[in-house]
């Protein structure tokens, strides 16, 4: 387990907000040296506390215009197999192990009803699923991988 100390934590705040910036600017914002900025992301990179660095897209720009929030209850002793096949579905932004009334909880995005119709109806029938109760998001209040470090 790596130690991650508040310069680590502050080097982490400025990516999140613009992992695109020069590693001289993340140095000059955070006050160590670029050198030291380098070291730290390799060092959190290779320990696995940052996975990768990729863009925050506006889906419905793309036609995504419909999320779906899917609770999946199925049989217990097969609950990672199911995960593991929803989770390669294109649409799949999230799958959830989870307590509760669902074992499962999947958040998909589609461009249309009939796109939404199917994937459900693929879900309903693999075998050892047992229900399915689909939400449909009205409106997004807040979605972010980030949270306040």
């Known amino acids: 387990m790596v130690k991650i100390d508040e ?3 502050k ?14 600017e ?3 914002r955070v006050g160590v ?8 992301i390799n060092k959190l990179k290779k ?19 419909i999320i779906a929030v899917i609770g999946i209850t199925a049989e ?5 197999e199911i995960e593991k096949e929803i989770a390669k579905e294109k649409n799949v932004t999230a799958v959830y192990d989870v307590t509760g009334e669902y074992d499962i909880l999947v958040v998909a995005k589609f461009k249309n009803r009939e796109n939404l119709n199917s994937f459900v109806k693929k879900i ?4 050892r699923v047992m229900k399915t ?5 009205l409106n997004v209040v807040k979605e972010t991988h980030l949270i306040e470090l």
Request: proline share 2%; net charge negative; glycine share 8%.
């Open 76 to 80: 217990g002793g097969y609950l990672v």
């Open 47 to 65: 320990a696995g506390v940052i996975k990768k660095f990729i863009p925050v897209i506006d889906y419905s720009y793309l036609g995504y215009d």
């Open 133 to 137: 109760y689909t939400m449909l998001v």
């Open 11 to 24: 080097i982490l705040k400025e990516l999140q907000d613009d992992a695109r910036k020069s590693l001289k």
């Open 124 to 127: 309903a029938s693999m075998e």
């Open 33 to 40: 040296a670029e050198g030291t900025v380098y070291n730290r």
């Open 26 to 28: 993340i140095a000059e």
């Open 7 to 9: 310069v680590d934590i």
